[in-house]
């Protein structure tokens, strides 16, 4: 008899192996295939560093980039909200156990030509360099609005109601200058378009409650990275399975398989009732929406105006550049035990808008300078064809522009949806999530960070 799944997924990209944990944690019967020898389809980690020239056909790398071996460079770098969905999917698959994070030290925003801290405190605002007197106090009386904002408490709506009213009403109520709204909008909600603007504002309001409840988490700023980089998380749901065999060939190409029931024979025919898999497993099944740059650049050097941060994040808002498109960059270093010491690895990324896509992102590649080498891709971002409700094949979209992994979690919980006919539910996380000070907006002193938080270091160092 052929064996039979409740589901097969075909690919270990980061949404698929999310999925997959979430599945398997609830009870459902998972296998998990992927036909490359290593881990993450496209946002695969690459190590050495000797694997990355090659990829891209460039000679090298020389002896001043150090050993190959110490250097694990994501080809699409993503960081996580500390208070985040996809940290709460993690906890919930309990991959975490496997996992160190370390704490981005920066959140920055492009403005004039240079970068800028996000603020996302009072005290954040007042040191500022992004506003002037008089709209750091309009700030801070927004910030509070924003911070205290409560649904279901109409005493603080301020006679706003949050399913009519717009973002931009929100924002002239509280008189805020254009270039307050464009950080506050980009940066700290996290939109990646001005249409947020004309829509109602309670998903802008729960936007940046996520990112200000992130900071409090750790400091320095909301984001998490993994020591190691992405191809750790990716590889800890290998560890997490129940049985993973090493990689199989069949009529030359390379399969892994995973399975929570123990091990499994290849090759063989496998039945499944719902299948998930990468849009490069059935590309009759998508179609392009856009194409995307990126472009990795090894340093030797921190970013300037970034305080000599070894990690960060800056956003480059569309305005600034009269752009229909953000410009993202995301940059780890040996701090995240991803490069030898005194080296970083920096990506820009956003989406193509014209014939010169190089061109697009100089902006983003002119803070960065000097760059000792430069990797270009052009990708295409592809978008299922239907909802696979009728087919029950349910076919992720490709990983965004941004540095952040928000519209993915998005993404997966659509496909969850779509797949059970429900919400995804995440009760039953260890411990209790943290509370915040009603008047202030700021944890609490006497609430210490729950303890349901992955093991997040402030100095390298595996467990």
Request: net charge positive; charged share 25%; aromatic share 10%.
């Amino acid at each position: 008899n052929m064996p039979e799944y409740d589901v097969i997924v075909l690919g270990t990209g980061l949404k698929e192996c999310i999925l997959s944990g979430i599945l398997s944690a609830n009870g459902k019967r998972v296998l998990h295939i992927d036909r490359n020898p290593y881990y993450g389809g496209e946002s695969a980690s690459i190590s050495p560093l000797e694997e990355l020239y090659k990829k891209f056909n460039v000679p090298g790398p020389g002896k001043a980039m150090g050993q190959g071996r110490h250097w694990s460079v994501d080809l699409v770098p993503k960081f996580l909200l500390a208070s985040g969905p996809l940290v709460q999917m993690l906890l919930y698959t309990e991959v975490t156990r496997y996992l160190d994070f370390k704490v981005v030290e920066g959140s920055f925003v492009y403005r004039g030509g240079r970068v800028h801290r996000v603020p996302c405190t009072e005290a954040q605002a007042q040191a500022s360099d992004l506003m002037g007197r008089f709209d750091k106090r309009r700030f801070r009386k927004f910030l509070l609005f924003a911070l205290n904002f409560d649904e279901s408490d109409r005493r603080r709506h301020h006679e706003l109601d949050p399913q009519r009213r717009t973002a931009r009403d929100v924002f002239r109520h509280f008189d805020l200058g254009s270039e307050v709204v464009e950080f506050v909008g980009h940066a700290v909600a996290l939109h990646s378009s001005d249409e947020y603007l004309e829509q109602p504002f309670l998903q802008t309001m729960r936007r940046i409650q996520l990112y200000a409840e992130s900071q409090d988490r750790y400091g320095h700023s909301p984001y998490l990275y993994p020591l190691y980089g992405l191809g750790e998380l990716l590889q800890a749901f290998g560890r997490w399975t129940a049985c993973r065999t090493p990689p199989l060939r069949s009529s030359g190409s390379p399969v892994t398989l995973w399975s929570d029931r123990g091990s499994v024979p290849f090759p063989q025919v496998f039945r499944c009732k719902q299948l998930i898999c990468e849009p490069s497993y059935v590309p009759e099944r998508v179609r392009s929406a856009a194409r995307l740059i990126r472009v990795v650049c090894l340093l030797n050097h921190p970013i300037r105006d970034t305080e000599d941060a070894k990690s960060c994040y800056i956003i480059i808002p569309q305005t600034q550049l009269r752009r229909k498109s953000d410009i993202y960059i995301c940059m780890v270093s040996y701090a995240h035990n991803i490069a030898p010491e005194g080296k970083y690895v920096a990506v820009v990324s956003t989406t193509v808008e014209t014939s010169n896509p190089e061109r697009e992102v100089q902006p983003g590649l002119e803070l960065l300078e000097p760059i000792v080498q430069k990797f270009v891709s052009i990708t295409s971002f592809f978008v299922p064809l239907d909802d696979g409700r009728r087919s029950q094949i349910f076919v992720s979209r490709s990983y965004d522009a941004s540095a952040h992994f928000e519209t993915e979690c998005e993404d997966i919980r659509d496909m969850y949806r779509r797949m059970m006919g429900s919400e995804l539910s995440l009760r039953g996380l260890r411990g209790e999530q943290g509370g915040r000070d009603e008047a202030s907006g700021q944890r609490s002193a006497q609430q210490p960070p729950p303890s349901d938080l992955p093991a997040c270091s402030a100095s390298c160092g595996r467990r």
